[in-house]
């Protein structure tokens, strides 16, 4: 194929080969990031929580009026709901994963630290916490149930013992020695003595960037049962039982005592779904324009190109009775594309970089790889191609005898 | 002869349908989704009082040593005050409102007993926290500063509380019981929903969240504990009465300072009473101390989200693609034309007079995009509002506002994309076109 004809055909169309130059130039900028954002966002959304998910609901139950035996009632309810046909365990806590409300403190290494050794998030529970969360317990033990002591939201205390995550572990301890060694929470004298390590459990925040995404599994358990005028029962069922155990738990429950309010009857499934609602969401959004964007980007090169087909169905012919195949017409067409996509690609690389550099700087978004952009100029290219065959098919259908014919 | 050019305009839309529809759904589709995205990003960018957000401010003071920065601010000042400070700026009076403020939980218990109780947000304040930031009045009135200094059993209602609980009515005067404890209605608010909740962004900024107001003093007197963070840098004791002498930052602090005189006057108060902390020997070092008012804020804060800024920039790069495109296919229609313009040019029209007629069939395609983008705009307003959270887009809607920029924007846009082809249009040479054919 001769690439002189064509570029010097092409000088005489400058402007419209230069738009549509630039116009997959932006494409594939834009193209580039969005899809990486979208891949990013989806991976966020699926990073397992450290719970077993399934079989699970959440309780959020707040008395009314502020009464004075809150820790007894509690202990109840937990007797209540243990008791209750299809339910394998429950537990009360002060938080749980994808919530994006809860509670955090600092962790030291020793006692009047000036600079905290790491944050975490503090989950309170008894010995039933683990089983009905579904963790696993990688090292140690779970809490006996003579640890177990009540805590108010206002109580600033710490506990003797405590259960960690195993990247919480990793950190404070790198060297793997953390079982059984003493840490300082909440900013407090007293030694607390890791007893159990947990391989994963999330902070109940899920956002991106910042400290969110940094602390991302650095939790706690502490022994207490929180006893305060608001918090959670989670409650773990037999499979399949969920939503039949639903409503004889929150029917219990009302039969106990009155004086409460089930803000909230949630299974967790429902919880990650609403947590990862905007990531999904921006996902979808971002996929849309994507596809909208490749499907403007097409046209326009299919109307330009046929429009520079109807200009030139003379000069067509005139080639097609000199001799030119209906083979060589189109690659004519396809190799003129060709150049200008590649033209186009090539300031799209660059820009994609920069737009990603951009986006580094001013909001914390991961660098954009390059195999990215060379698998976006990839797709601008096919894009081109698949776009300019109908124009090119039809020149390549003007009859050679169009030459002998005037205008 | 506009009117001439403009249904010249619309036959020739009609001469080359495919090639008109695929620019005006181009332009439709570009506008829609840029309008999209600035419609969000203009609801929750705006600014929430316009007539005060240069006179009312916020108090910061670094209650933490040089070396430890808070972690969630670029200039590592807490975003959030103590009580003590909060108290010692509450007496001092130095500006002409001041109000501290939190949000709290109550469990409410409705006079009609078939109702279900309900717990719901509560908003602490003074009684200046009304008239700073001209919250409107349906029934009654503010509580008074005899109610703040009493710690008085008073309440105002939000207008959709009062219908809840009271069918709508004059509730003044009725009583509500809060946690176990009986409380008078003072007033009723009309609407009030400043988009973003400025005044504490510890809670989400955006939707509706306090539903019920009552006295600061009343809610400190009855230890209510803070719906949102408090963060601690010491060992600040077990009771709720050592969290108030300690160091422990959950309160927000809001001030009115009418003049920049006034403003200039609260800064040396700010940094003397920093300087007075120090030599009192609470801090060993001078802390810093800054004011910042409602819009200052607000970018301080970060309130828009990452993602709305990141849909914003890629809907704008979308509408640059769809302009680009309109560019390339107006040339290719008004070129086809050049024959057309010839015998024009030929039958003593001057350039002008061609510039002018492709101008307004540009224009008029331009017109008819940005009708269809507002159209997509709709759409794609209500698909943001199932795909993203609730609070994030329930309150963005097109107004007449957005209805001339997403007009004006399409038309704009199509005139610069069309300039170039215009001129080229404009350039024929008639005598070309005449041999030519």
């Known amino acids: ?407 | 002869m506009y009117r001439y050019y403009f249904s010249l305009a619309l036959r020739s839309l009609r001469r080359n349908a495919v090639l008109s529809a695929l620019m005006i759904a181009a332009i439709g589709v570009g506008i829609g989704a840029s309008m999209t995205a600035l419609t969000v990003f203009r609801a929750m960018s705006g600014d929430p009082i316009p007539a005060k957000s240069r006179q009312l401010f916020t108090p910061q003071i670094q209650i933490r040593g040089p070396n430890h920065p808070d972690s969630e601010s670029e200039d590592g000042l807490p975003t959030a005050v103590s009580y003590s400070d909060a108290m010692a700026w509450m007496r001092a009076r130095a500006a002409t409102r001041q109000t501290a403020t939190y949000a709290t939980w109550l469990s409410v218990r409705p006079p009609d007993p078939k109702q279900k109780p309900l717990k719901t947000v509560v908003r602490v304040a003074y009684h200046d926290f009304f008239s700073m930031f001209t919250v409107p009045f349906k029934f009654g009135a503010p509580w008074t500063q005899a109610d703040d200094d009493n710690r008085a059993a008073v309440v105002v209602l939000t207008r959709g509380v009062n219908d809840q609980l009271f069918g709508g009515v004059n509730s003044v005067g009725k009583t509500l019981r809060l946690d176990n404890e009986t409380y008078t209605v003072v007033g009723v608010l009309n609407d009030w929903l400043p988009i973003p909740r400025f005044y504490d962004l510890q809670m989400v900024p955006f939707g509706e969240s306090d539903r019920l107001l009552i006295p600061f003093t009343r809610a400190i007197d009855r230890e209510m504990a803070v719906d949102g963070s408090t963060s601690c840098y010491d060992e600040s004791g077990a009771s709720f009465a050592d969290m108030l002498k300690s160091n422990c930052i959950w309160l927000q602090f809001w001030v009115e300072l009418p003049t920049p005189a006034d403003v200039a006057k609260y800064r040396l108060y700010l940094g003397n009473y920093a300087a007075e902390q120090q030599r009192s020997g609470r801090f060993a070092w001078l802390p810093r101390t800054q004011l910042r008012d409602v819009r200052e804020w607000l970018a301080y804060r970060h309130v828009v989200p990452n993602e709305v800024s990141l849909l914003l920039l890629l809907s704008f790069g979308f509408l640059m693609v769809c302009l680009l495109n309109a560019a390339g296919l107006l040339l290719a229609k008004l070129m086809s034309r050049a024959g057309d313009i010839g015998v024009r040019r030929a039958l003593g029209a001057p350039r002008s007079a061609i510039f002018a007629q492709c101008l307004i069939e540009t224009a008029t395609i331009g017109l008819a995009g940005g009708v269809l983008g507002l159209t997509l705009t709709g759409l794609g307003l209500l698909a943001a509002r199932s795909l993203l959270d609730a609070d994030f887009v329930a309150l963005t809607h097109l107004d007449w506002a957005d209805v001339g920029i997403a007009l004006g924007l399409a038309v704009a846009a199509t005139l610069l994309a069309g300039l170039y082809p215009t001129w080229r249009a404009a350039r024929v040479q008639p005598a070309w076109q005449l041999k030519a054919s």
């Not at chain 1, 699970?56 to 820790?71: C, H, K, M, Q, R």
């Not at chain 1, 006996?144 to 195993?166: F, H």
Request: hydrophobic fraction near 45%.
């Open chain 1, 1 to 407: 194929m001769q690439i002189l004809p064509i570029l010097s055909a092409m000088r005489r169309n400058k402007v419209g080969a230069v738009l549509i130059a630039l116009q997959i130039a932006v494409t594939l900028a834009i193209l580039c990031n969005g899809l990486f954002i979208v891949q990013q966002r989806l991976a966020l959304s699926h990073r397992p929580s450290g719970m077993v998910e399934t079989d699970l609901f959440a309780i959020d139950n707040e008395w009314i009026g502020d009464p004075t035996d809150v820790s007894s009632r509690i202990r109840a309810d937990l007797a209540a709901l243990r008791a209750l046909p299809g339910v394998v365990d429950a537990a009360n806590t002060d938080q749980y994963p994808l919530t994006n409300s809860g509670w955090s403190e600092g962790i030291d290494l020793k006692a009047d630290q000036q600079t905290r050794s790491a944050f975490m998030s503090l989950y309170m529970g008894d010995e039933h916490l683990i089983d009905t969360l579904g963790l696993r317990l990688v090292a140690g033990r779970n809490f006996e149930p003579s640890e177990i002591l009540d805590r108010g939201s206002t109580d600033r205390v710490q506990p003797a013992t405590i259960i960690v995550t195993r990247a919480l572990a990793d950190k404070l301890f790198p060297d793997g020695s953390a079982l059984g060694r003493s840490i300082y929470v909440e900013g407090g004298k007293q030694p607390t003595q890791i007893v159990g390590i947990v391989e994963r459990l999330q902070t109940p925040w899920t956002g991106t960037g910042g400290w969110q995404e940094k602390y991302f599994e650095f939790s706690v358990i502490e022994p207490y049962q929180f006893v305060d005028t608001g918090s959670w029962y989670l409650v773990r069922t037999k499979p399949g039982q969920l939503a039949a155990v639903m409503q004889s738990a929150s029917k219990r429950l009302l039969e106990l005592d009155r004086n409460r309010l089930l803000q909230k009857i949630e299974p967790v499934t429902d919880t990650r779904v609403s947590a990862y609602r905007d990531d999904r969401g921006l996902a979808v959004i971002l996929a849309v324009v994507c596809a909208a964007l490749v499907g403007v980007t097409a046209c326009g090169i299919v109307g330009l190109t046929s429009y520079w087909v109807s200009q030139r169905r003379r000069q067509i012919g005139i080639r097609r009775a000199l001799g030119a195949t209906r083979g060589a017409i189109l690659r004519y067409f396809q190799t003129e594309n060709l150049l200008i996509a590649t033209a186009g690609a090539l300031v799209g690389i660059g820009l994609a970089i920069a737009v990603n550099l951009w986006m580094v700087t001013s909001f914390a978004m991961p660098r954009l790889s390059p195999v990215w952009a060379v698998l976006g100029a990839l797709l601008v290219l096919v894009l081109g191609q698949l776009a300019v065959l109908w124009p090119a098919l039809r020149a390549a259908s003007v009859p050679p005898a169009l030459a002998t014919r005037s205008a």
